[in-house]
């Protein structure tokens, strides 16, 4: 079936470095598309949006490209800081109401 | 501003028993969606609430129902527990008829089946 994943579940960033996490989708029907910060114990915490339309979007550190040819999607965190530490999803949204998410990176800053 | 809110925060049950758990939307929001996070997994869709109907809903057994009131608060109903449905089930609410409104989630109900 068609899913939205991530490609690698971990990732480790020095303190003020920028990270970089990607995720790959496969239904073509997707419009909107989602990233997700989830810290241990708590939900999945809304961080940036991108509709279908669009290429790229820039939000506070945050940057989402989407590259529709490729059904690629990524997430930029300029000058990472340890509060960034969590796990990252990708969630895409088609015409029926439904968030598909991927598995999930870990991210982990050294400080 | 509260934010969702979802209750109980942990719950433990053994296997045949029923559950329900319960969610209140963030204030101005019709729309409640239920998910299953299992652990080291991302979260999967169980169906969706609008004006008090089931909208939408994902792949999981009718031991799954809910409910949404007239207050917009919402259940999640789980019959004849099994083992494999101990996990995390998130709530998360939205404004709007589109449906492609951002989602804000709870924190979450710890499902725990012995």
């Known amino acids: 079936g068609e899913s939205v994943g991530l490609h690698l579940p971990t990732l480790s960033v020095q303190e003020g470095d920028n990270s970089i996490i990607n995720c790959a989708y496969s239904n073509s029907a997707s419009d909107y598309f989602i990233w997700y910060k989830q810290e241990s114990g708590k939900g999945p915490q809304f961080i940036i949006d991108i509709r279908s339309n669009m290429d790229k979007r820039q939000g506070q550190r945050v940057t989402v490209l989407l590259n529709k040819t490729v059904k690629h999607l990524s997430l930029q965190i300029a000058a990472t800081q340890p509060g960034d530490s969590a796990v990252y999803f990708c969630?895409?949204?088609?015409?029926?109401?439904?968030?598909?998410f991927g598995a999930g990176t870990t991210v982990t800053v050294r400080a | 501003d509260a934010g969702v809110t979802q209750s109980p925060t942990h719950l433990i049950k053994t296997r045949g028993q029923q559950v329900t758990l319960r969610c209140s939307p963030k204030?101005?929001?019709?729309?409640v969606s239920w998910y299953q996070q299992a652990l080291g997994q991302g979260p999967q869709f169980i169906f969706q609430y609008y004006e008090e109907e089931e909208r939408q809903r994902g792949n999981f057994p009718d031991r799954f129902s809910g409910h949404q009131f007239p207050n917009y608060s919402s259940e999640l109903n789980v019959n004849a527990l099994l083992l494999g449905d101990s996990a995390l089930y998130l709530c998360?609410?939205?404004?709007?008829?589109?449906?492609?409104?951002?989602?804000?989630f709870g924190p979450g109900t710890r499902l725990t089946v012995l």
């Open positions: 969630a895409e949204e088609s015409n029926d109401y439904k968030l598909s």
């Open positions: 998360a609410s939205s404004s709007g008829t589109s449906g492609t409104d951002e989602q804000f």
């Open positions: 204030s101005g929001h019709d729309t």
